[in-house]
Structures are given as structure tokens and as C-alpha cells.
């Protein structure tokens, strides 16, 4: 079965140090991999996308997320956290379903950046 | 990307009742999609929506129990019939633009007593 897993619950990280949100997959062929969060109270944001090419896609808010082929992996990363970027993290990947496509997201990781 | 509205933004309904969602996007998209997030919990696809074609549903959702309408390329609703305390969730609509990237609504929560 196709899916995608976020082991941490929760990430705890203080504020100026980095910070990384992790996330493997499961699918059969070349997957489309994606982050969102969730502020409170809010709907999800777009972060940034990986379809093909570097391995290293650069996103919204500072956000990077690093393909892994080999370990099926795509790890949100951010150089220096921000007390502000404490929200809920989605992974998703896209799964082609007739002329379009699917999400499947993660369970989510709390990511809480302390002053 | 979209500027997608949802209306009610919440709600507290008596069981048994049916309450309708609406969402409306200010571009025209083929694609529109609503999830469910229960508390605490992920996003779980409910079903697909294409303008003009019955909408497709995921395993575990059924029509009777919420059905969709797309009577646009900017509009769709979505309707929990009969609810039950066990409806009480977020329910967002998204949609697809390109490059595969789904754009979500602000979410109704609905809480229902």
C-alpha cells in the first residue's frame, strides 16, 4: 500500500537553531512529494513540492526539504527556526488517479520553536 | 495560486440534522476536493469533484451520507447528512492547480451535540 509516515509527533526546537521535520514514503514509481502546514485555526499552506530534479527544493517561509531516493525520504529542513513557525506539518505525496491526482498526507508533526 | 472562501466557517448542529458547506474559489479549477480531519488527527480525502460528472468517492464514504454538488467550475458544496457526534471534524475543500498543488480552503469546523 502506498503511504507516507512522520514518526515524530512532535519537534521541539529552540529558536535559531535548525530545525528538521522528517517524512517517508511508501509508493511504486517516481513520487510527487509535498509539505504543508496548518497554523491554528487555519487551513493548510502550500510549503514547497519535489516532482523531479535536485534533490534539494527550496520553499516558502525559509523551508527546504531534501529528496532521498534511496531512503524514501523528503525531510523538511530549515536553517535557523523561527518562534513563529511553530504550527502542524503535513507530508503528503501525490498518487495519479484517473486524469488527476490524490493527495495522501501524513499523521502530522507538531513542530514548537521556543524563545 | 487560489483564494478559496468556505462558508459556514463553523457550525454546532443537533444530531440527526444536515449541514451544508460551500466552497467557492475566485478561479475556474476542473478539480475540487474535500477532506475531513477529525480531532487531533490528519486529512482524509472524503471525495473528488468534477464539474459536469458525479463526484468520486474514497473507501469508507458513501453519497448518501455526504453528498456533493459541482454545478461550476468555481463552486461546490458538500453536505453531512444525519449527523452523529462522530461527524464532528474540520472539513476542507481544495483544489488543484498546476504542477499538481493543492490549494485548501480556511476549513468548517463543525461540532455536532
Known amino acids: 500500500a502506498q503511504s507516507v509516515a512522520q514518526p515524530e509527533d512532535q519537534v521541539n526546537v529552540a529558536e535559531g537553531n535548525p530545525l528538521t521535520v522528517k517524512c517517508t514514503y511508501s509508493?511504486?514509481?517516481?513520487?510527487?512529494l509535498f509539505w504543508y502546514v496548518q497554523y491554528p485555526n487555519r487551513g493548510l499552506q502550500f510549503l514547497l513540492k519535489?516532482?523531479?530534479?535536485?534533490?534539494l527544493v527550496k520553499g516558502s517561509y525559509g523551508f527546504e526539504a531534501e529528496f532521498n531516493k534511496s531512503q524514501t525520504s523528503f525531510h523538511l529542513k530549515k536553517p535557523s527556526a523561527l518562534v513563529s513557525d511553530s504550527a502542524l506539518y503535513f507530508c503528503a505525496v501525490s498518487l495519479e488517479m484517473d486524469s488527476s491526482y490524490k493527495l495522501i498526507f501524513g499523521s502530522g508533526t507538531r513542530l514548537l520553536v521556543r524563545p | 495560486s487560489a483564494v478559496i472562501s468556505q462558508k459556514p466557517s463553523r457550525d454546532i448542529c443537533q444530531r440527526g440534522t444536515s449541514l451544508t458547506i460551500q466552497c467557492q474559489v475566485d478561479s475556474q479549477v476542473t478539480m475540487m476536493f474535500w477532506y475531513r480531519q477529525q480531532p487531533g488527527q490528519s486529512l482524509t480525502l472524503i471525495a473528488t469533484?468534477?464539474?459536469?460528472?458525479?463526484?468520486?468517492?474514497e473507501s469508507g464514504f458513501v453519497i448518501d451520507k455526504f453528498p456533493i454538488s459541482r454545478p461550476n467550475l468555481t463552486f461546490s458544496t458538500l453536505t453531512v447528512s444525519n449527523m452523529s457526534p462522530e461527524d464532528s471534524s474540520i472539513y476542507l475543500c481544495?483544489?488543484?492547480?498546476?504542477?499538481?498543488?493543492?490549494?485548501f480552503g480556511p476549513g468548517t469546523r463543525l461540532t455536532v451535540t
Open positions: 481544495s483544489v488543484e492547480m498546476v504542477g499538481n498543488e493543492q490549494y
Open positions: 519535489y516532482i523531479t530534479g535536485d534533490n
Open positions: 509508493v511504486s514509481g517516481n513520487p510527487y
Open positions: 469533484a468534477n464539474q459536469g460528472s458525479e463526484a468520486t468517492y
